[in-house]
């Protein structure tokens, strides 16, 4: 168990484009996203980050977003280029990764194959000198923990994906470590397995007294584990909360488009002031907002501006009869069992709408099917104002 601090983290790789794409002294430019400038390709800039005391932390975004190499450079195996790495307050740039007390799971297992479970959970113990019965008690505890006491005396190769995945893991968590940092550890799994593995790394938790790092470019990983999400785009912190904030306050685009499945809806629209309160206007009709969105639009002094408004898909509402409403339809209907996916045709954009099912009579699903023609509105508690030009929260 430790706090870890990340103040103003740089990762910085070298140009290897040659010399004709080489940036001029205060030059910079863009390439595959990453930011280019006379040092070299900025992989992670300015990553400031404080970690509390058995924190679960899960940075998420895209490939090739440095979620990786943040946490490369937290375990030592990255060298970083700038800023501090303070671990329990101490600065650990230049300790070597066996004396940082951290343990990593990486997403390839990295078994010994030669070695039994016990073995490759004792390897660690053993590099330490720690006497045998010692050795014992920890790796038998840990197995215990994990469900794998059954699977001590057999080798890598006969064990499933998952039971792999629960080794690797039992040879991190013996040590005791201060912080366990682990890379995109399910992405190798099934879907099946994957669920099952999360429920795992959730009791898990409970269990150990450490802090933990976690990668992944799944965001459903990374509602369901973290206490607070990171959520990361060229390099560059987007946005930091937990779950429900970023679910329900995304600070740009990038994070509302990341954030929820299925994605939320965009859509062009005005920000108005009606009789001295914001609305948003779209497909003819005016949807008055909510008080705190209000509150919050007044705070930042925001004037009246075309929009970029977002609507996520269960917060959509199919419009009374006769009620003013945005029509379109259907393309597509996706029937998920508790709920009905529709795909529909609104405003010259796709837009995706979420009905639950239940206590629905058969004639009206069959008013979802393909071609048919539907009326939608929604809630001024659930509409997101964002600047048309550069994508921010205009509540924020």
């Known amino acids: 168990m430790a706090t870890v601090s990340l103040r103003g983290i740089k990762k910085v790789y070298p140009n290897t484009e040659g010399k004709k794409k080489k940036a001029k002294k205060g030059e910079e430019f863009k390439k595959t996203n990453l930011t280019i400038t006379e040092e070299g390709v900025l992989a992670v800039q300015e990553f400031n980050l404080e970690i509390a005391d058995k924190e679960f932390i899960v940075l998420v975004g895209p490939s090739g977003c440095g979620k990786s190499t943040t946490l490369r450079m937290v375990a030592g195996l990255e060298e970083i280029s700038g800023g501090d790495l303070l671990i329990d307050g101490k600065r650990m740039n230049d300790v070597a990764p066996k004396d940082r007390d951290i343990a990593m799971v990486f997403q390839s297992y990295a078994l010994y194959p030669h070695m039994t479970v016990y073995e490759n ?12 019965d010692e050795i014992d008690k920890a790796v038998r505890a840990a197995a215990e923990t994990l469900d794998i006491t059954q699977y001590l005396e057999r080798k890598p190769k006969a064990l499933s ?3 792999r995945q629960r080794v690797a893991i039992g040879r991190a968590i013996v040590r005791e470590p201060k912080a366990l940092l682990m890379d995109e550890p399910l992405s190798n799994l099934d879907a099946k397995l994957r669920n099952q593995m999360r429920a795992e790394i959730i009791k898990l938790r409970q269990k150990l007294d450490t802090t933990f790092m976690y990668v992944t470019h799944d965001q459903t990983e990374a509602m369901t584990l973290g206490d607070r999400i990171v959520i990361m785009k060229d390099g560059v912190i987007q946005q930091v909360g937990t779950p429900q904030e970023v679910f329900d306050h995304p600070r740009n685009l990038f994070v509302a488009g990341f954030i929820g499945m299925p994605r939320m809806n965009l859509f062009d629209a005005e920000l108005v002031i009606k009789d001295g309160k914001y609305a948003v206007e779209v497909g003819g009709i005016s949807v008055v907002l909510s008080d705190d969105k209000q509150a919050n639009l007044k705070a930042q002094n925001v004037a009246p501006q075309a929009i970029t408004l977002g609507v996520r ?9 006769g009620a003013p409403a945005i029509t379109g339809d259907v393309d597509v209907s996706e029937m998920m069992g508790s709920s009905v996916h529709l795909h529909v045709t609104a405003l010259g954009v796709d837009t995706i709408i979420i009905v639950q099912t239940m206590g629905l009579d058969q004639a009206t699903l069959s008013n979802f099917a393909i071609g048919k023609s539907l009326s939608f509105d929604f809630d001024g508690s659930v509409a997101h104002v964002f600047d048309k030009n550069t994508g921010v929260n205009l509540e924020f």
């Open 121 to 132: 959970m004792a390897f660690p113990l053993k590099l330490r000198k720690m006497p045998a």
């Open 161 to 163: 994906g998952g039971q």
């Open 313 to 321: 898909p269960e917060h959509i509402s199919l419009a009374k009869a």
